[in-house]
């Protein structure tokens, strides 16, 4: 299975280097990316997140918080959509028959409404927590403007699976091939996973908001004091959270050689992974024979 690196849209965030690492001092806004991952597959595509989408773009007020909006400052080029960005590699993106969500937060849900035809697979502990809309920050989080697909979605049960690389409850998804791997790593929300791609290189590793800087993978893991302020910020479960990271970190440093580990946030993995700079689109690509197979 072949697999395509998309930044769907970047956050400017307040701060500069405080929170990305690079970009020159504090008053300037910095960039993050929304690290999503397209499988081409024999039954057509897979999306792993959507960062924001279309309708994002165009009515940013009506979809998405105030707060978040003057926090984070997305970069709001249509063309930077996954849908866009699809279609622009040359794919139809009626093929995208599936979405695999990391968690329900805003800048990973945005483009659902985008792909109408496509299953959305989920674990149901982030489907009802975010539905509860129990907190300030939950309602500014999880806005259910992004979900007219809900009738799309399949929900998982949590606890349920098999053990893969030191992680538990690792489970395969309903239609889609074993190659693609749902693994829970709560703590950023109670329902957050990664998802894990057996593709034509080795396996690749999403780990969504598990973590948000490539130096805190390293074996004296260190982040920039926005990141850190950040996730403090945004954790649902800080034990769990913890324990998720330095399981990550145990999996790179053992078997970083064969299981290619990035988060959805951190501009320099994104560059290497995808080959492109973060504020690029994705290129042409030769396109896939379109599946014949029906669900």
């Known amino acids: 299975m072949r697999i395509h690196h998309l930044n769907c849209i970047s956050t400017c965030p307040l701060g500069g280097g405080l929170m990305d690492g690079r970009t020159h001092g504090i008053l300037e806004?910095?960039?993050?990316?929304?690290?999503?991952?397209?499988?081409?597959?024999?039954?057509?595509?897979?999306?792993?997140?959507?960062?924001?989408g279309l309708r994002d773009v165009a009515h940013p007020r009506a979809?998405?918080?105030?707060?978040f909006l003057a926090l984070l400052a997305p970069d709001l080029r249509e063309q930077m959509t996954a849908v866009r960005q699809i279609t622009r590699m040359g794919f139809d993106a009626r093929d995208v028959r599936d979405i695999v969500l990391t968690h329900l937060d805003f800048d990973h849900a945005g483009g659902l409404d985008d792909f109408p035809q496509a299953r959305v697979h989920l674990l149901a502990?982030?489907?009802?927590?975010?539905?509860?809309?129990?907190?300030?920050?939950?309602?500014q989080r999880f806005p259910p403007q992004q979900w007219s697909t809900q009738g799309n979605w399949i929900v998982y049960a949590s606890g349920v699976g098999e053990d893969w690389l030191g992680f538990d409850?690792?489970?395969?998804?309903?239609?889609?091939?074993?190659?693609?791997?749902?693994?829970?790593?709560?703590?950023?929300?109670?329902?957050?996973?990664?998802?894990?791609?057996?593709g034509d290189d080795g396996w690749k590793l999403l780990a969504g908001d598990a973590y948000f800087c490539h130096h805190e993978m390293e074996p004296q893991p260190t982040c920039t004091p926005g990141l850190r302020f950040y996730q403090w910020m945004m954790e649902k479960d800080r034990k769990a959270r913890l324990a998720n990271q330095a399981r990550l970190r145990e999996l790179c440093a053992r078997d970083g050689a064969h299981v290619?580990?990035?988060?959805?946030?951190d501009p320099v993995e994104f560059e290497v992974a995808s080959g492109r700079r973060i504020d690029e689109p994705a290129v042409s690509v030769a396109p896939m024979q379109r599946a014949q197979v029906a669900y």
């Open 169 to 198: 409850a690792v489970r395969d998804l309903h239609g889609l091939p074993p190659e693609i791997l749902m693994v829970p790593l709560p703590g950023h929300t109670y329902g957050h996973t990664g998802v894990a791609i057996d």
């Open 125 to 139: 502990t982030e489907r009802g927590y975010a539905m509860k809309q129990k907190t300030w920050l939950d309602r």
């Open 63 to 67: 979809r998405l918080s105030a707060f």
């Open 260 to 265: 290619r580990i990035f988060c959805s946030h």
């Open 29 to 52: 806004r910095g960039q993050l990316a929304c690290h999503c991952v397209l499988v081409e597959t024999p039954r057509g595509l897979v999306l792993i997140d959507t960062g924001l």
